[in-house]
C-alpha cells in the first residue's frame, strides 16, 4: 500500500482534458511538504514533470499543470495527445516516516 | 550536463547480495545527495534511502534498514548500493536519482538510466 493515493487509471480521448489525484495525509500533503510528478514511459526512466507542486521544468508543455489544496494534489493534462500515454507518480515527503513517499501511479490510456 | 550512469543488469540467487553502481558526471558530485529508488515489475516506485557523497552519511527506509549499505568514491564520482539477503521479492529497477531542493521538500530532477536485478534460483 502506497501512503499516496492514486486511482490506478484514468482514460480519455484526443484533445479531452484529465486530472489524476493524489490523496495524502496530515503527515505529507497536509503538512505542507510540496508534491512533485513523474512522467513515466514504458521501459524507461521516470521523467520530472511538475515540482513544487506547480512549476514546469523547461521543455514540459503547458498542457501539464498541478495543484495542491490540503491533504491532496492533481495534475492536470489538457488536449490531451497518444504520446501523453503513460504511467503518472506522485511523489512527497512523510515526516512520520522521515523518507520520500510515492503514489502508487496512475495509468492514462488515450482513447 | 548531469549524467546518472548505472551499472548493467544483474542476476542473483536468493540469500546472495547485489552491488550496484551509480556514476555521476556534469556537475560536483560531492554537493548533491543521491537517492535510490527500486520498481518491481508492474509496480510503483518506492524509495529505499538517500546516500550523502560529501561525508558519506545514509538514511535509509525502515523497510530496508539493516539490508541496504549506500557508499561513495568520491575519487571516481560513483556511489554504490549494496543489497543483503536478497529473496524473489527484490526483483526490481534500481534507479539513482539526484534530487533538488524545493521551498518544502525534494524533487527529483535527474534519474540513471536503471539496473534490474533479479532474483532467481
Known amino acids: 500500500q502506497s501512503v499516496l493515493t492514486q486511482p490506478p487509471s484514468v482514460s480519455g480521448a484526443p484533445g479531452q482534458r484529465v486530472t489524476i489525484s493524489c490523496t495524502g495525509s496530515s503527515s505529507n500533503i497536509g503538512a505542507g511538504y510540496d508534491v512533485h510528478w513523474y512522467q513515466q514511459l514504458p521501459g524507461t526512466a521516470p521523467k520530472l514533470l511538475i515540482y513544487?507542486?506547480?512549476n514546469r521544468p523547461s521543455g514540459v508543455p503547458d498542457r501539464f499543470s498541478g495543484s495542491k489544496s490540503g491533504t491532496s494534489a492533481s495534475l492536470a493534462v489538457t488536449g490531451l495527445q497518444a504520446e501523453d500515454e503513460a504511467d503518472y507518480y506522485c511523489?512527497?515527503?512523510?515526516?512520520?516516516?522521515?523518507?520520500?513517499?510515492f503514489g502508487g501511479g496512475t495509468k492514462v490510456t488515450v482513447l | 550536463q548531469v549524467q546518472l550512469v548505472q551499472s548493467g543488469a544483474e542476476v542473483r540467487k536468493p540469500g546472495a547480495s547485489v552491488k550496484v553502481s551509480c556514476k555521476a558526471s556534469g556537475y560536483s558530485f560531492t554537493n548533491h545527495y543521491i537517492y535510490w529508488v527500486r520498481q518491481a515489475p508492474g509496480q510503483g516506485l518506492e524509495w529505499m534511502g538517500i546516500v550523502n557523497p560529501s561525508g558519506g552519511s545514509t538514511n535509509f527506509a525502515q523497510k530496508f534498514q539493516g539490508r541496504v549499505t549506500m557508499t561513495r568514491d568520491t575519487s571516481t564520482s560513483t556511489v554504490y548500493m549494496e543489497l543483503s539477503s536478497l529473496g524473489s521479492e527484490d526483483t526490481a529497477v534500481y534507479y539513482c536519482?539526484?534530487?533538488?531542493?524545493?521551498?518544502?521538500?525534494?524533487?527529483?530532477?535527474?534519474w540513471g538510466q536503471g539496473t534490474l536485478v533479479t532474483v532467481s534460483s
Open positions: 513544487g507542486n506547480n
Open positions: 536519482a539526484r534530487p533538488t531542493p524545493g521551498t518544502s521538500g525534494w524533487y527529483l530532477e535527474y
Open positions: 511523489q512527497s515527503y512523510d515526516s512520520s516516516l522521515s523518507g520520500v513517499v
